[in-house]
């Protein structure tokens, strides 16, 4: 399901799919991206629509590669990744690989710059039917109502420990808005959530793709079941 804006809009909140549809086809994986969807020193958030097939020598930074229509090979000295829309893995910095994009392939990337690669030196696969485990709910002064109860799963932690990415899933809950220091994409794969600031609000259901960004960030509702793969990157 695409984003539907219910009112105004949600300057903390961007709806990928819709911001990646129209991205021109490229063979080149660092010079074909489009125009970030948001870009600093420590993360850069870019869409990619790769053809054919290429290779890459010694990646520059961390990047979790979502698929959001196609398929995608990745080879490299630790094995092959094959991502399907749906799907997504994390390429450690230093990886070199080559890649090859089935027609109409599609992907949003988010790459964080690493001197040294995290818990994994070789491609990585995220593991959507991986066990949870219990994870801190939000600030209590932050809720309105009762505290959720929240899981996760890391599937990849950067060497900083700042870019990490997984899976994670809670009850329904409400917290007031609060300012960003992070990045976050989210693929929605069960329920819904609605994000609120001044300007409005915007909700995504499961198969929506959406980035928050840093800065005055936005209040999260969710009146179901809510489970994501997520990619983070936050300061130290």
Request: a negative charge; proline letters at 7%; charged letters at 15%.
């Amino acid at each position: 399901m695409i984003a539907k804006a219910l009112k105004g809009r949600v300057g903390a909140v961007v709806d990928l799919r819709a911001y990646a549809a129209g991205t021109a086809p490229s063979g080149d994986w660092i010079g074909g991206r489009a125009v970030p969807a948001f870009t600093d020193a420590a993360a850069t958030v870019a869409a990619l629509a790769p053809r054919g097939e290429g290779r890459v020598d010694g990646l520059s930074a961390d990047e979790f590669v979502l698929v959001l229509g196609g398929g995608l090979e990745i080879d490299s000295g630790g094995g092959r990744l094959s991502l399907r829309a749906g799907m997504s893995g994390v390429l450690p910095v230093g990886s070199s690989f080559t890649w090859r994009a089935a027609e109409g392939t599609l992907l949003v990337i988010a790459s964080c710059p690493a001197a040294q690669p995290g818990t994994s030196e070789t491609p990585v696969t995220i593991d959507q039917a991986a066990p949870l485990s219990p994870s801190n709910p939000p600030l209590a002064e932050l809720l309105v109502g009762p505290t959720p109860s929240c899981r996760n799963h890391s599937d990849y932690w950067s060497a900083s420990r700042e870019f990490v990415c997984g899976t994670w899933d809670s009850t329904p809950y409400h917290r007031r808005q609060m300012p960003y220091r992070h990045i976050e994409l989210m693929h929605l794969l069960e329920g819904s959530v609605t994000f609120a600031d001044a300007g409005g609000c915007v909700t995504f259901s499961a198969g929506d793709v959406c980035l928050a960004i840093r800065g005055d960030g936005c209040a999260w509702i969710s009146e179901t079941h809510v489970k994501k793969v997520y990619a983070t990157q936050r300061p130290a």
